[in-house]
């Protein structure tokens, strides 16, 4: 069988692509990663249970009966196309003394490389093609259009071709290359799709702004100033309406026609004009609002993929300057560790956001890269996401955001699914299963709701379109099992708004946390008495590392972070008490966002053993709103008195 290292992975799909009009052709030819194929022999020495990593596939034989599956991944065909023609082509390497004829049949349920044995094979069906001459030492290229026509349309579920020769007897064996033949890949199996993409259907929008325009024009022909405003506030609603900014359309649209009104009352036009003009106008408006619709939310992954090309360009970049690559966490790559980092990226262009607060292009590399020059990673890597959100807004607005953060941890999946059928996707965090069948963290974007679970997008399995999808790793399918651990929630608006104050704390060690506000009220777990507080409005919850594959395979138990999150503190003054439950180090970083969108970082790396309690004091000056202040007071042995005012070391201002 095929074995996945998703660090070591490199997208073998060889596309020409083309979306412009016209026919275009794209090949599919997968290498040993990812391409899916085996054969077995009933009367096949060595052969009865199978070769999924053999260089070859076979069919025909002495007596051998050999016979062949293949499977192809048909995304990189654009949905919605027109298939001219689809073929497949098997390059034969044998030359056996007698001629042989081959004959493909559709595979009608799931197999894995190392399912098919004598024994033990698929169901496969014949769809009525004929067997064809199989040339020696040359392609054998074979019409397979109508079934791969049938797999796009969904009439079928692709599970692939089985392969078989109609002489099994006398030297008439045939070889064909296989995924895994390493000499000459471009002799592996190809399957060559030719392709239409259906015309742009003009809308009706244009249409009618070209008409009501005109008639303005025309009854307004004597009012130049009249005629001036009212075409550009269409002009205007047009744009808006086109741009993705419906609500500014259906705000222009209604000046409009609240001033045609306006005129008709004072008789500065007929109404007979006037109208005409409101029923066109209504006519547009209505269809401004069925342009109401959720972006088309792109699928940006984390691993080298066709989602976008690109992101074979940035899956092998260090993830937060490598400070996850340590033992219990995901790596240090962002195809190890982006899922998160990727589903932000897609919850942004969700909401027409394609640009980040520095102009940059919204993609996982350049998000890394403004979050490690803001502090909006943690010493271990995780996001702090009170400081990421600030990435999309508007350049200039610095300390602003077009999101808003509802909660960091929703685990009522009523409050999620209210998200999801108001057209708000949800970063949703997740169990994957490895090849062995052991479970670790993966975030996605849920961005619908469908049937009993959600339909997502998948940074890492890039071709799961819903949380209850049948594994299939060849195609890049995982299986979550309709898992959903939890969820963040983010409140999108038109335009950004400051980021409310606030701190949150990430707390990574054999530790607990408690903060208490200046009140005595507390919120956080301690571990000695065993008691959990939430007297303070805010969150504290666990959450494991995000694992990489490999991770999840080596058996190392994932690290758990401990995060604490207090939106809009309402007192001064905060005590922060960390409670070891084991000798170890503990690394505690804390963001606290002053109320002018500003923010104060710390970073604290300590000692700490089974029971031992350290404090620290959290100051905030509400007064002036923009300065924080971090003070030690409490050292290993027992309360002090002394205080050290100013920041940590390690501490930085950042808007």
Known sequence: MKKFFLTLFCFLLFANIG????????????????????????????????????????????????????????????????????????FNNRVDTNDNYGKLYRVAEYWDESDPEETSFPESLDYGMSYQFVPNNDWWVVDVSEIVTDWKAGTYDNYGFKALGQYNNNFHGKGFYSSDYLDDPTLRPKLVVTYTLP????????????????????????????????????????????????????????????????????????????????????????????????????????TASPYPPESANWAGLLYADGRANYSGSCGATIEQCGCALSSFAMLGQSHGLTTGVDGSDATPPNIDAWLLANNGYTSKGDINWSQAIKYFSKPGLDGSSYFTIDTLKETDRTVIDAYLENNRPVITETLATSRSGSKY?????????????????????????????????????????????????????????????????????????VLTDKNGDRIGFDPESGLTYSEVEGEYYEESAVYSEEMAESGVAPHVTKILYVPNPVSDNYSLEIIGTDVGDYSVSILITNDDGSSEYIEIEEETSLNDRES????????????????????????????????????KRNR
């Not at 100033?225 to 209604?254: F, P």
């Not at 905030?620 to 003070?631: A, N, P």
Request: negative net charge; proline residues 3%.
């Open 199 to 302: 015309e742009e259907e003009g809308g009706g929008i244009e249409e009618l702004a070209d008409e009501l325009e005109m008639l303005l024009e025309d009854t307004y022909s004597d009012m130049r100033s009249r005629r001036i405003v009212y075409t550009a506030l269409l002009n205007r609603a047009v744009n808006s309406a086109e741009s993705g900014n419906i609500e500014a359309a259906e705000r222009l649209m209604g000046r409009l026609l609240k001033s045609v009104q306006k005129d008709e009352t004072k008789g500065r036009i007929d109404g007979a004009l006037a109208d005409k003009i409101i029923m066109l106008a209504d006519s547009l408006l209505e269809e401004i609002q069925s342009m109401n619709i959720p972006n088309e939310i792109p699928l940006i992954t984390q």
């Open 19 to 90: 979306y412009a009009a016209g026919e275009s052709t794209v090949v599919i030819q997968p290498g040993p990663e990812d391409g899916k194929d085996t054969y077995f022999g009933t009367n096949s020495v060595g052969g009865r249970n199978g070769r999924p990593d053999d260089f070859e596939i076979r069919i025909g034989g002495w007596g051998d009966y050999w016979t062949s599956y293949l499977q192809f991944e048909l995304t990189a065909i654009p949905a919605g196309a027109i298939l001219e023609s689809a073929y497949l082509h098997l």
């Open 616 to 651: 620290y004091e959290i100051e905030l000056d509400l007064k002036r709103k923009h300065q924080s202040y971090f003070t030690k007071v409490w050292g290993k042995g027992g309360y002090g008195h002394g205080k050290d005012r100013g920041r940590s070391k390690k501490g």
């Open 441 to 513: 963290t993966h975030f996605v974007l849920s961005t619908d709701l469908y049937l009993d679970t959600y339909s997502i997008k998948d940074p890492l399995w890039y071709n799961t379109e819903n949380l209850d999808d049948i594994r299939d790793r060849i195609a890049w399918v995982q299986d979550y099992d309709d898992i959903v651990t939890s969820g963040r929630l983010f409140e999108f608006h038109e335009k950004p708004k400051k980021v409310v104050s606030g701190i949150e704390i990430h707390l990574a060690s054999p530790a607990e946390m």
